[in-house]
C-alpha cells in the first residue's frame, strides 16, 4: 500500500516538487512541527503534481487549523482539474465562531459532497481530517471520528495538479494553518490514520 507524506515546513518543495506561491504564506511552529499560515485573504501554494493520480482508491489526511473571521466557505484543498474530475477539502464557518467539514468528489458525471453541518466544530484548535474513497463510497472523519458518507461511482483521477489555501482557480481563500498532508493508496481504517 503505498504512502505519500507531506510534511508542509517550507515555502519552497514538497514532496520532489517545487512550490509556487500566491500572497505571503508563512512557516509557523505548530504542535506537530512546523506548518504554513495562511490569510485568507490571498496566500495559497500549488503544485504542479496530484498524488491521487491513477489510484482506484486512497486515503486522504491533513493535519490543519482552521482560524476565526475566514470566508463563510473555504476550499483549503484541492486535487485535480479546476472544474473536471476532482478531490475537494473545504470548511464552513458559523457566526458563532465553530466550523464543519465539506468534501467533495467529482468523477466523470458522478459528485458526492458531504456537507457535515451536524458536526460543529471550535476554530482555533488543531483538527485531523481524513477522507476515504473505495471507489463506491466517500467516508469522512474528524479525529478519527466518522461523521458522514455518501455513494460515489469514482474512477480514477488522471494526472493533475493541486491547490493547498485556496481552490485551484483562486477563489474560496482559507484562513488557518496547515502542516501535514499524507495520500495513501487504499482505504484506511480510523485506527490507522496518521498521528501527530
Known amino acids: 500500500m503505498q504512502k505519500i507524506v507531506w510534511e508542509l515546513d517550507n515555502l519552497t518543495a514538497v514532496g ?31 503544485i504542479a503534481a496530484n498524488p491521487l493520480a491513477g489510484w482506484a482508491a486512497m486515503t486522504v489526511e491533513v ?36 466550523w464543519y467539514l465539506d468534501t467533495f468528489i467529482s468523477s ?25 474513497c473505495d471507489g463506491r463510497e466517500e467516508v469522512n472523519y474528524v479525529n478519527g471520528v466518522k461523521e458522514a458518507s455518501g455513494a460515489i461511482d469514482f474512477a480514477p483521477l488522471p494526472a493533475g495538479q493541486m491547490s493547498v489555501g485556496v481552490r485551484l482557480n483562486r477563489v474560496c481563500w482559507f484562513k488557518g494553518a496547515i502542516g501535514r498532508l499524507r495520500f495513501t493508496e487504499g482505504v484506511l481504517a480510523p485506527e490507522q490514520f496518521m498521528t501527530a
Open 63 to 98: 493535519l490543519f487549523r482552521p482560524d476565526a473571521a475566514g470566508l463563510p466557505e473555504q476550499r483549503f484543498l484541492h486535487l485535480g482539474s479546476v472544474n473536471g474530475d476532482r478531490v475537494l477539502f473545504e470548511t464552513r464557518l458559523t457566526d458563532d465562531g465553530q
Open 108 to 132: 466523470g458525471d458522478a459528485m458526492c459532497p458531504l456537507l457535515n453541518e451536524q458536526y460543529l466544530h471550535p476554530v482555533g484548535e488543531w483538527y485531523h481530517l481524513a477522507m476515504t
Open 16 to 46: 520532489g516538487h517545487d512550490l509556487a506561491l500566491a500572497g505571503d504564506p508563512k512557516t509557523i511552529d505548530g504542535p506537530h512541527g512546523s506548518a504554513i499560515e495562511f490569510d485568507g485573504a490571498g496566500d495559497a501554494i500549488f
